[in-house]
Nanobody, 121 residues
Framework: QVQLVESGGGLVQPGGSLRLSCAAS????????MRWYRRTPGKDRELVAY????????NYSDSVKGRFTISRDNAKNTVHLQMDSLKPEDTAVYYC??????????????WGQGTQVIVSS
């Protein structure tokens, strides 16, 4: 059974930090690119961070660049999102996503259930 389970969300004051984790099971984690997305009511889903299978390629959205850090541990089947200098506009539900190109035109794609992050004083 494929599972992606996020954890680490919560309430934090502006300027604070949180570390999100996503634990994967039921598939070969090291074969999948990993992404963190976030969604806020009334807004489109936003891609926040990306890390390739081996961690050699990492990208961030402009809105979080310099404040968030994505990392992965293929031995532990986990991906993390370290969020520093948090702002109220970072408030959202954060989702991890696993994605792999199986063959041209066919992707294998999994989602977690999300974890709520609230940045407020």
């Amino acid at each position: 059974q494929v599972q992606l389970v996020e954890s680490g969300g919560g309430l934090v004051q502006p300027g604070g930090s949180l570390r999100l984790s996503c634990a994967a099971s039921g598939f070969t984690f090291s074969n999948y690119d990993m992404r963190w997305y976030r969604r806020t009511p009334g807004k489109d889903r936003e891609l926040v961070a990306y890390i390739a299978t081996t961690g050699d390629t990492i990208n961030y959205s402009d809105s979080v660049k310099g404040r968030f850090t994505i990392s992965r541990d293929n031995a532990k089947n986990t991906v993390h999102l370290q969020m520093d200098s948090l702002k109220p506009e970072d408030t959202a539900v954060y989702y991890c996503n696993a994605d792999r190109l199986v063959e041209p035109g066919i992707r294998s794609n999994y989602w977690g259930q999300g974890t709520q992050v609230i940045v407020s004083s």
